[in-house]
C-alpha cells in the first residue's frame, strides 16, 4: 500500500526557532511536493523536488530517495509561519500519473 | 492571470440534492485535479484530467459523483443526491504537464445538512 507518514503531527516553536518537518514515503516516486496550507483552505505549493535539495527564502527542502524521506526546514521562524505542512507524493504506483498522495499534514505554530 | 478559481466557496444543501462546482484553472495549464479533504486529514485525490480527457478516477468517486472537462479549460464536479458524508472541502488544482508544481484554488466548502 502507498502511504505518505509525517512527524510530528503537531509543532509549536517559539519565533527565531529552526524547525524540520519530516515526510517518509513507501513506493518509488516520480516527485514529492510540500504545500502549505492555511486556515480557511487555502494551499500554497512550497516545493517539487525529485532529488536533492531546494532552498527558497528560509525554506528548504530536501529528499534522500534510497531511505524514501524527506524534510522541509524553516529557518529563523516567524508567527506567519504558523500553517499546516502537507507532504504530498507523485507515484508510478499502480501505473497512476497523476494521482498525488497526501500525508496527513503537521500543523505549526510559531509563537512571538 | 489570477491564479485558479473555484465557485461558490461555499454551500448548503439539504440531503438528496444535487450540487455543481466550478473550478477555473491557471489558463495554460494543461492538467487539472480534484480533491477532497474533511476536517484534519490531507487531501484526497479524485480525479484529474489532461485537458479534456479524464484519465484517473479515484475509487473514492463514486456513482453519484462526475465530473467534466468540456474544452479542456474550466471544470464542473456534479454531486448528485447527496449524503451528508459528502460534507467536505473540495479542492482543485491545476499544473503544467508533470513538471510542474500544483497551483490550488481556495476549495469549495460544502455542508449537507
Known amino acids: 500500500k502507498n502511504e505518505v507518514e509525517q512527524s510530528p503531527q503537531n509543532l509549536t516553536a517559539q519565533e527565531g526557532e529552526f524547525i524540520t518537518i519530516n515526510c517518509s514515503y513507501s513506493?518509488?516516486?516520480?516527485?514529492l511536493h510540500w504545500l502549505q496550507q492555511h486556515p480557511g483552505g487555502g494551499i500554497v505549493s512550497l516545493f517539487m523536488?525529485?532529488?536533492g535539495k531546494k532552498k527558497h527564502g528560509r525554506l528548504i527542502a530536501t529528499i534522500n530517495i534510497q531511505e524514501k524521506h524527506s524534510s522541509l526546514h524553516i529557518t529563523a521562524s516567524h508567527p506567519r509561519d504558523s500553517a499546516v505542512y502537507i507532504c504530498?507524493?507523485?507515484?508510478?504506483?499502480?501505473?497512476?500519473?497523476?494521482?498525488?498522495?497526501f500525508g496527513k499534514g503537521t500543523k505549526l505554530s510559531v509563537k512571538p | 492571470d489570477t491564479g485558479v478559481s473555484q465557485n461558490p466557496r461555499h454551500k448548503i444543501t439539504k440531503r438528496g440534492q444535487n450540487v455543481t462546482f466550478r473550478c477555473d484553472p491557471i489558463?495554460?495549464?494543461?492538467?487539472l485535479y480534484w480533491y477532497r479533504q474533511t476536517l484534519g486529514q490531507g487531501p484526497e485525490f479524485l480525479t484529474y484530467?489532461?485537458?479534456?480527457?479524464?484519465?484517473?478516477k479515484s475509487r473514492l468517486l463514486s456513482d453519484r459523483f462526475s465530473a467534466e472537462r468540456p474544452k479542456g479549460s474550466f471544470s464542473t464536479l456534479e454531486i448528485q443526491r447527496t449524503e451528508q458524508g459528502d460534507s467536505a472541502m473540495y479542492l482543485c488544482?491545476?499544473?503544467?504537464?508533470?513538471?510542474?508544481?500544483?497551483?490550488f484554488g481556495s476549495g469549495t466548502q460544502l455542508s449537507v445538512l
Open positions: 488544482a491545476s499544473s503544467l504537464g508533470k513538471v510542474s508544481g500544483l497551483f
Open positions: 523536488l525529485s532529488s
Open positions: 513506493v518509488g516516486i516520480s516527485a
Open positions: 484530467f489532461q485537458n479534456e480527457a479524464q484519465l484517473e
Open positions: 489558463s495554460e495549464h494543461n492538467r
Open positions: 504530498a507524493e507523485t507515484s508510478n504506483y499502480g501505473g497512476s500519473q497523476g494521482n498525488l498522495i
